[in-house]
């Protein structure tokens, strides 16, 4: 093995070095601790293409926003089955109508592993709805890309900007439209695994048909995991897998470093759920965007008969994205699920505490944001007299 090019602790796994190697000599596999990640073979003849399209190697860049747009689905299905407002689904939509292909993510039930994959119908589409919480395998869709045809992809910013990176050294970045979300990072397939292991015993179901990693019929902000076995739904709004994702402990390393935070991005638009303080009463689901270049402002434009529309203010959008709590990953609660694949020990034994170390932290900043606009006020108050 000669893996001088990569940088294991931040590599994210977008197979953009695997795809732009000459020599076949990278292959993307998943490593110990459950994270597809690259792998170079004897085969490497030292070139150095991979080096130019690795985020790991490169500089930080952070774009313009051109605009700030809450949108949601003018239609009720859409808006029940996606995620947040279903603006993915209507760009899909909009442009799988003008000849393009659309790259998204499905969850493939023969692997169990979330994997990309292009679609020329919205019907073929259609398994892209909702977030998959864990990270896509995205390789053998991605290589497939550069065939001079016009694309959308869907991905997570690490992914965009590999993709994005190979069209611009190709010369193909014209033929696509590039969509990343903000992203708070993948958990590690060991958790997943026992999650699926944890509820088939619960259902005593040995097959799983569907799953809804955040099903809207509790409401768009509770996070309820929703399984179709063929013993029937398992349903949960307090599950298990979610809270010890959201508690940060056992994402792939290169998130807790992630470069594409706030408007650092590779994408003409970055989309995400509108959290804050604004939506208090919103239970369907909106999706926020930023607009990063005049193209992906033509797209958004392009929705208004399929979408409420509404320009919105970043400040609003910003301060509600990507609170990483725990700033390392716990490779001892890692080792715990890969080896003995309980989700409910390694929750008890590892995350509880972390979750309230996390609530600890989020209730000590709201009260320094209430402390300081106090300040503000008062500093505003005796310049005033
Ligand atoms: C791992 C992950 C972390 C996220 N973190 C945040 C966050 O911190 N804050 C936030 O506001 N939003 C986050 N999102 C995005 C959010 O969940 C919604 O996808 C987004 O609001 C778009 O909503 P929608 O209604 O248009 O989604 P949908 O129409 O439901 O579309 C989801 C889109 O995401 C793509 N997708 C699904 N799973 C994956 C995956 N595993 N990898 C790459 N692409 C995928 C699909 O192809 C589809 O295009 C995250 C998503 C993922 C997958
Ligand atoms: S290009 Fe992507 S997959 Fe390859 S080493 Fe860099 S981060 Fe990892
Ligand atoms: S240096 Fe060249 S041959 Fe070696 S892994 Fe990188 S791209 Fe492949
Ligand atoms: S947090 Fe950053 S590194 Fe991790 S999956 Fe998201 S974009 Fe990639």
Known sequence: MRDKFIVPEKCTGCAACSIICPQAAIDIKMNQDGFFTARVSENCSNCGKCKIVCSALSS????????????????????????????????????????????????????????????????????????????SYCKNAFQLLLDGKKYVVFGTPCQIYG?????????????????????????????????????????????????????KINGWKTYTMRVHTNKGIYQSSRDLFHKIFLSDGCLNKACYNCRFKGQSSYA????????????????????VVLVFSEKGQRLINSLSDKCIIKEENVSEILPYQNNNYCKTQNKKLIDYIAHSCNIEKAYYKYVIIQIMFNKAKRFKNKILKIFNKQSIALNLNSEGN
């Open 268 to 287: 003409d638009l970055r989309v995400g759920d509108f959290w804050g303080t604004k939506q208090k009463n919103v239970d369907k689901g909106i999706s």
């Open 163 to 215: 993709i994005n990176k190979i069209a611009q050294l190709k010369g193909l970045e014209e033929n696509f439209y590039f969509i990343d979300f903000f992203c708070h990072g993948v958990p590690s397939y060991h958790l997943f695994n026992a999650e699926l292991k944890y509820i088939k015993k619960k259902m005593r179901s040995d097959r799983i048909h569907k799953i809804e990693f955040r099903s």
């Open 60 to 135: 930080n860049r952070v774009v313009n926003c051109l605009g700030a747009y809450s949108v949601v689905s003018k239609t009720n299905e859409v808006l029940e089955t996606c995620t947040s407002g279903g603006v993915c689904f209507e760009i899909a939509d909009q442009l799988i109508k003008n000849g393009f292909g659309a790259c998204g993510v499905k969850y493939n039930y023969i692997t169990n592993v979330a994997e990309h994959f292009i679609s020329w119908t919205i019907n073929e589409y259609s398994p892209s709805k909702g977030s998959k919480y864990i990270q």
